[in-house]
């Protein structure tokens, strides 16, 4: 595929300065002269970049269109936004959002308003920790995406659907870069060993296949982090016979501050999330605090976490034991008054109440069939013994008569009162589980429909 390579980048253009350049000019990391220029040389993410796929025909047919790269570092979000400008010969904008502030953002749109009027060429902006933008500064946007001034590509480490507007999602495709394969990592590494003008070659650097490969393993799918460790290690090597050779004590020394991500060995973020609700779920104690740890100890946000713990309390336990809702609740105010690791135990606390307790979905499944209840009804009319008569004008139109306060009924019940549109008035929702406390739920309501089909009786006989 024919390169063309714009030369109207801003200063984000440094990471793809050519070979020459970079040589000649200045210092640049190893993993930033090793960037790759084209598809060709990517590595991974063959279910985004592979013939038929969305992302690679545009690349090819140089039709770019806006898009959400999601995924972890170091597994080719900023590459592969500069491919699809320097290929489809875009001008390139970046921002950060964590530098940059509503005038950056003007001047940056002012910029590729230029280019549209003088040179006709497509502006791709891309923004780095696109999350980090509040909801006005992602706003910014649209109208700009919409009138096609900008073509968006936002990078994000976080899940778009909770952090990113719905807006902007709308305008915008999402694609999930996986971290990369173990495969994939030697072959950057070996890349980077051959390479003589960008990369290592002309050191010599010498690795055993072992080595390669427990580097590979302690860079957890990250890139970045591999070409990082490899530079260090190529400071660190002993030049012996004209090669230079890394020890099993220098790869020790370079990794040892390794950390595991929450989505190691390819899992994606959901997948973590996945199984620690499903282990809940499945009443699996040891299950629960196994992937809770994993999440913690990969560097997950807790209170993501505290969160996901109180929607477990709501779905997959509710009514069966109405505590652990409440005690999800003081695990999070834990952890927000205390910070780790002293607030992580109350987390863990919780995990392992929601795995012992009762479980029932019950109330989980009312609330969603009350919504499909809506949405098939539309707006029925409450009945008008149910309204309150506020005003003489409401009260000739019959509003709250023959209501019967249930407070003034024996056993506090108005046995036979209707309470949903009369169109509905059968239907039921909500069905209690054999479960915790939703076998007396059970019980109770099982009384009041006794109650209701005697009452209702009495009226037709």
């Not at 570092?73 to 921002?95: Q, R, W, Y």
């Not at 009027?117 to 919409?146: G, W």
């Not at 919504?371 to 004008?393: I, K, M, W, Y």
């Amino acid at each position: 595929m024919q390169q063309k390579f714009a030369c109207t980048y801003n200063q984000e253009m440094d990471s793809l300065l050519l070979p020459e350049e970079s040589a000649d000019s200045r210092y640049q990391p190893l993993a930033a002269r090793m960037r790759p220029l084209s598809i060709e040389e990517f590595a991974g993410q063959s279910h985004l970049l592979s013939p038929g796929k969305s992302i690679y025909e545009a690349i090819v047919n140089q039709q770019p269109h806006s898009m959400i790269l999601w995924g972890p570092p170091g597994v080719g979000k900023t590459t592969l936004a500069k491919i699809v400008a320097n290929t489809c010969d875009c001008h390139f904008e970046s921002l950060s959002a964590v530098l940059a502030g509503v005038k950056e953002i003007r001047a940056t749109i002012e910029q590729a308003k230029f280019q549209q009027s003088n040179s006709a060429r497509k502006t791709i902006l891309f923004v780095d920790e696109v999350h980090r933008f509040n909801k006005a500064q992602q706003d910014a946007f649209l109208p700009h995406v919409e009138d096609g001034t900008i073509l968006f590509i936002g990078a994000t480490t976080e899940n778009p659907s909770f952090e990113l507007n719905n807006a902007l999602l709308s305008r915008a495709r999402v694609y999930l870069l996986k971290p990369l394969s173990e495969s994939d990592l030697l072959g950057v590494i070996n890349s980077a060993l051959e390479d003589k003008v960008k990369g290592l070659g002309k050191l010599n650097l010498i690795l055993s296949e072992e080595q390669k490969t427990a580097l590979a393993r302690t860079a957890d799918g990250d890139a970045r982090r591999t070409l990082n460790y490899l530079e260090v290690l190529s400071d660190m090597a002993e030049l012996i016979d004209g090669e230079s050779l890394v020890s099993d004590e220098h790869i020790a020394q370079v990794v040892e501050e390794s950390y595991r991500r929450f989505d190691k060995g390819g899992d994606s973020f959901y997948e973590q999330i996945s199984a620690l609700h499903k282990s809940v779920r499945g009443s699996s104690a040891d299950g629960a605090l196994y992937w809770l740890t994993r999440m913690l100890d990969g560097g997950c946000d807790p209170i993501y976490i505290a969160r996901r713990l109180n929607r477990m309390a709501t779905e997959d336990i509710g009514l069966a034991d109405p505590r652990a809702l409440q005690l999800t609740l003081n695990a999070w105010d834990s952890y927000t008054r205390l910070g780790s690791p002293e607030g992580d135990l109350a987390l863990a606390q919780a995990a392992v109440y929601l795995a012992s307790a009762p479980k029932s979905n019950a109330l989980y499944e009312a609330f969603g069939a009350a919504r499909q209840a809506v949405a098939d009804h539309g707006s029925l009319e409450v009945p008008l013994h149910l309204r309150n008569a506020t005003t003489n004008l409401s009260k000739e139109l019959g509003f709250g008569e023959d209501y019967r306060y249930a407070h003034d009924e024996e056993n506090a019940f108005a046995a036979g009162e209707n309470y949903l549109p009369e169109e509905i008035r059968e239907e039921q929702y909500y069905y209690p589980r054999e479960s915790g406390l939703e076998i007396r739920i059970k019980e109770k309501m099982e009384q009041y429909r006794q109650l209701n089909q005697q009452a209702k009786k009495k009226r037709y006989e």
